[in-house]
């Protein structure tokens, strides 16, 4: 026992035992193991956070502190996390823009597509067959053309165009081999056959329909599936018939229909793309309304020294080539630099990109922008070789427009942009102008023009006019058109 306890028990008067040691003590033992309520946890926190910073009692008080935040910071973070994404929401569905889209009835179209008849001419009787005969002799090199990089969906999908609620206008894209429903000129409608009608071909691009999707099989004149599920097979198939200018022996993996067709103009109102093979007197049991291509060629003799270029677009994809040189490539959405060259890798030049990152025009179809072509020049009574492709690729939604603008010449501005006039292989007819004005004064977005139209005098060979015959026993004419 050591010296100073000793003396502490000698102060006590006497050793005390363990049971009157615990009752002396009791009070400060029951103190330090009582179990505070709340209340008094929380005056003795900030008792204790008022002493200084190196006492006990402030040490203790900051434990306390934490302990008693805890479950408080538990409900009010995710609280008010919720609070942040509600105003967040809130304040983002204000700013959306709600487009209405009204998608045309098939019943609809067919309604309207009916109201307009057509006096028959009665000079030739149409309703007999006839035979055509078209001679394409192409003497442009072939083009040798590698993409080093292409997506399996060059241009995007088309699933954002909006239907037209009205018939459908596609001026001269339509025909057959018996000629008949090729038009003159009146666009007579998208899919309308127009029956018992003189043709008049004078200025018209003669072409061919191809089927992307199947090839020829004796067997079945509906062809045979050789698999298409869209841009993936399209562009290579697309680039062979290409590379051979279309020939038979260039395209004979694909299926060419014997039906021709023939254009002047090119505008087709935005629809669905079930219209497409209707357009060339196609039922869906002959083409499937996606994966098809038109081809179209011709001359054309200038009748004066100028440059041109092309403004337009097309859903799905476009081609333009002059004496065998492309100046217009997009496919969908027609919006930049980025959607050109698809098949054949052609990029505008510096001028024509330069032109495009300046001006956005819009076009009569939601979702895409009118595009230039590079310039190209024309002079009096020189020939030019054009060529036109258009197509439909993955299904959907189909429509296209094709202007021309003259350098140099000043044209009408109609909502912040130039009105182009419509490219046109022929002087356009009273009819022609007359359809186009009704058209756009029911659809004011956009507005084509009818004026300042360059004339380009369709060459039309010595043979073609000196060919022409009516039998009249038989009752059927011989057409012969050399391009």
């Avoid at 309308?192 to 004796?218: C, E, N, W, Y």
């Amino acid at each position: 026992m050591s010296e100073e306890y000793e003396n502490e028990v000698e102060e006590m008067g006497e050793e005390l035992s363990a049971e009157e040691l615990f009752e002396q003590h009791r009070l400060e033992i029951e103190e330090r193991f009582e179990e505070k309520g709340f209340f008094r946890r929380l005056i003795d926190m900030f008792a204790g956070l008022s002493k200084p910073r190196s006492s006990r009692e402030y040490k203790i008080a900051t434990v306390e502190l934490q302990r008693l935040s805890a479950p408080l910071l538990a409900i009010l973070l995710p609280t008010l996390g919720v609070i942040v994404l509600i105003v967040i929401t809130a304040v983002s569905s204000q700013s959306k823009e709600v487009i209405q889209i009204e998608v045309a009835r098939a019943q609809d179209e067919q309604e309207e597509l009916t109201e307009e008849t057509e006096p028959e001419p009665e000079e030739i009787d149409m309703t007999q067959d006839i035979d055509v005969t078209v001679d394409v002799q192409v003497d442009v090199p072939n083009v040798q053309t590698e993409i080093t990089s292409q997506s399996d969906s060059p241009g995007g999908e088309p699933d954002t165009v909006m239907a037209a609620p009205s018939p459908v206008t596609m001026a001269n894209i339509k025909g057959s081999t018996k000629l008949r429903g090729l038009g003159d000129g009146d666009g007579g409608g998208f899919g309308v056959q127009v029956k018992g009608k003189a043709q008049d071909l004078d200025g018209a691009l003669l072409g061919a329909i191809i089927d992307m999707k199947t090839a020829h099989d004796p067997e079945n004149p509906a062809g045979k599936d050789i698999g298409y599920t869209g841009w993936k097979e399209f562009i290579p198939r697309l680039r062979t018939c290409l590379q051979g200018n279309f020939s038979d022996e260039a395209c004979k993996g694909v299926r060419k229909l014997p039906k021709r067709v023939a254009m002047n103009t090119l505008f087709i109102k935005a629809q669905p793309a079930k219209n497409g093979p209707l357009a060339f007197g196609l039922t869906e049991k002959e083409m499937k309304p996606s994966g098809w291509l038109v081809y179209y060629v011709g001359d054309l003799i200038p009748t004066e020294k100028a440059r041109y270029r092309f403004w337009g677009y097309f859903d799905d994809y476009m081609l333009i080539r002059i004496n065998g040189k492309v100046v217009w490539e997009y496919s969908w959405p027609c919006q930049s630099e980025k959607n050109a060259g698809a098949c054949t890798g052609w990029k505008p030049d510096a001028e024509t990109i330069s032109l495009i990152s300046k001006v956005q025009y819009r076009s009569p179809q939601a979702g895409a922008k009118l595009m230039p072509s590079d310039w190209w020049e024309a002079r009096p009574g020189q020939k030019i070789r054009l060529e036109v492709a258009i197509s439909e690729v993955p299904g959907g939604a189909c429509g296209g427009l094709l202007c021309v603008e003259k350098e140099g010449e000043t044209y009408e501005m109609y909502k912040g942009q130039p009105v182009f006039p419509i490219f046109s292989t022929r002087k356009l007819s009273l009819k022609d102008i007359e359809k186009f004005e009704k058209y756009f004064k029911e659809n004011p977005n956009f507005k084509i023009g009818t004026e300042k139209v360059p004339l380009f005098n369709s060459r039309k060979s010595g043979k073609s006019s000196s060919t022409k015959k009516k039998k009249a026993n038989k009752k059927q004419v011989d057409v012969e058109v050399d391009i």
